[in-house]
């Protein structure tokens, strides 16, 4: 026991790293240190002599024994981290199909006649790209490298089953790989609609009626066919996007041969009484200052409270026709009249008020037309369609043709804009003389007192199914 309390002591007076591994602060206390030691303590006592003079002598070793140091390594060495082993590590999620799509567009680079999935609104739709121009450098994010250079693209696409007017210019992000089965299953998917008997309303016949047929408006002569087919190849790509006019702004739907210079920022201001078209905003408000028309450069005609009709003559008013026919062949497909306006006059419906005459459509006519023609183009622009004007023009145009005692039809192709307003008013005519005479009339008989055209009664009479023959 004696020795026991001689060891100790010293051991107390000398703290050395291997005889005190485990104190946490330097000022602990010498009983704190020999309880937290019990087995360095036990094992110095057991190889001590009764003197003390030994003890001191191994109390502080030069290197620590490996029975001391088994104790300290806990402390001394960190706790190593947790990991996973390689073969416990979570899998990469798979890309779905519309990723994986998304990817590859992001890669690749379109080529004029590819068909590719674009976005139509809040929808993607089937598309083929029509043309194609670079955008310029881009930054280093989003660059494309071809051949060794930076380059960017934006595309001109036509949607699938759609009319022209929809055509549009979509940058690379609004492009993605169509799926390879797209195209087919849409086609198939169309004939087995056709093949499998449905029952549908009234307006569902009309509709699909009205997508079927394409035979009254066809090009029967292959000359005219292929100057309509060569007119679609140079026209194919619309140069002007937008079209500010009496203070609305108008998407545009085809091209139209504007000059050049005029057509480089896609967007034209036009005069909305004079129709002189301009390419900054500030020229046309310079314009308004000394612009003094303010209705249509001709004799009206008709008014009826608000509405009043205009007739032009092509051959007195050239300057204003000429920009009459530039500025409708943003809406007209098949319009072909630019600059021979002399042969034509121009009937043009406007709304009146405080300000002036503003044109809201119009229609031309020839002067002397070979196939008794009584309407050459007709156009309601955009901001005033829906609203009953087409088919006022149209009543307009045969009545016309009652003052001038001759049966009168429209120039054909229609488009399809103009076809559905003409099968509208054909119906809505042909069944008010058969309600109104109740009882079988022959086809020139109903031409006789309507001034529709044979032919036109017959094509209407057929899609109605109220056609007899004996």
């Known amino acids: 026991m004696s020795a026991q309390t001689t060891i100790t002591t010293p051991a107390a007076q000398v703290p050395s790293p291997a005889a005190v591994p485990h104190a946490s602060s330097a000022s602990a206390t010498?009983?704190?240190?020999a309880s937290a030691t019990p087995t360095a303590q036990t094992m110095v006592t057991a190889s001590t002599s009764k003197t003390a003079a030994p003890v001191q002598q191994h109390a502080v070793p030069s290197r620590p024994s490996p029975q001391c140091?088994?104790?300290q390594q806990p402390n001394k060495s960190p706790v190593p981290a947790p990991s996973l082993p390689p073969a416990q590590k979570q899998p990469a999620p798979q890309d779905s199909d519309d990723a994986k799509r998304v990817q590859a567009s992001r890669q690749k680079e379109w080529k004029v006649g590819d068909r590719v999935s674009g976005k139509c609104g809040d929808?993607?739709?089937?598309?083929?790209?029509?043309?194609?121009r670079e955008i310029g450098d881009v930054s280093n994010e989003d660059e494309k490298v071809v051949e060794g250079k930076s380059r960017r693209f934006e595309y001109y696409v036509h949607f699938v089953d759609c009319n022209r007017r929809m055509d549009r210019w979509l940058q690379e992000n609004e492009l993605q790989?169509?799926?390879?089965?797209?195209?087919?299953?849409?086609?198939?998917?169309?004939?087995?609609?056709?093949?499998?008997?449905?029952?549908?309303?009234?307006?569902?016949?009309?509709?699909?009626?009205?997508?079927?047929?394409?035979?009254?408006?066809?090009?029967?002569?292959?000359?005219?066919?292929?100057?309509?087919?060569?007119?679609?190849?140079i026209t194919k790509v619309k140069n002007v996007d937008t079209v500010f006019m009496g203070g609305y702004e108008i998407d545009c739907w085809y091209f139209s041969p504007y000059p050049e210079e005029c057509?480089?920022?896609?967007?034209?201001?036009?005069?909305?009484?004079?129709?002189?078209?301009?390419?900054?905003?500030?020229?046309?408000?310079?314009?308004?200052?000394?612009?003094f028309l303010r209705h249509p450069p001709g004799?009206?005609?008709?008014?009826?409270?608000?509405?009043?009709?205009?007739?032009?003559?092509?051959?007195?008013?050239?300057?204003?026709?000429?920009?009459?026919?530039?500025?409708?062949?943003?809406?007209l497909d098949h319009k072909t009249l630019y600059f021979d306006v002399a042969p034509f006059l121009f009937y043009i419906l406007c709304e009146a008020d405080e300000t002036g005459f503003h044109m809201v459509g119009y229609f031309s006519k020839e002067k002397a037309s070979s196939q008794n023609n009584n309407l050459a183009c007709i156009l309601t622009f955009p901001p005033f369609q829906r609203k009953g004007y087409g088919k006022f023009l149209i009543a307009f145009s045969y009545e016309l043709s009652k003052l001038e005692g001759k049966i009168g039809s429209p120039e054909k192709?229609?488009?399809?804009?103009?076809?559905?307003?003409y099968r509208s008013y054909w119906t809505r005519v042909l069944l008010g003389v058969l309600s109104e005479h109740r009882r079988p009339l022959s086809v020139d008989e109903i031409s006789q007192i309507t001034f529709i055209k044979e032919e036109d009664i017959v094509y209407t009479l057929q899609n109605l199914k109220m056609l007899r023959y004996w």
């Open 263 to 291: 057509t480089k920022n896609k967007q034209l201001y036009i005069c909305e009484f004079c129709l002189k078209y301009m390419r900054k905003r500030s020229t046309l408000i310079k314009h308004k200052s000394k612009c």
């Open 299 to 331: 004799n009206e005609i008709y008014r009826d409270k608000n509405l009043s009709m205009f007739e032009v003559d092509g051959a007195k008013n050239k300057v204003y026709c000429q920009c009459l026919c530039l500025l409708s062949k943003l809406f």
């Open 30 to 33: 010498p009983s704190q240190t």
């Open 123 to 132: 929808i993607s739709r089937l598309c083929e790209i029509v043309s194609r």
């Open 177 to 233: 790989e169509a799926p390879k089965d797209e195209a087919k299953s849409s086609a198939a998917d169309a004939s087995a609609k056709k093949c499998r008997p449905q029952r549908r309303t009234r307006r569902g016949k009309r509709k699909l009626q009205e997508s079927e047929e394409d035979g009254h408006e066809s090009i029967a002569d292959p000359t005219l066919a292929k100057l309509e087919k060569d007119h679609e190849e």
């Open 69 to 71: 140091q088994a104790p």
């Open 413 to 421: 192709p229609l488009s399809d804009l103009g076809r559905l307003s």
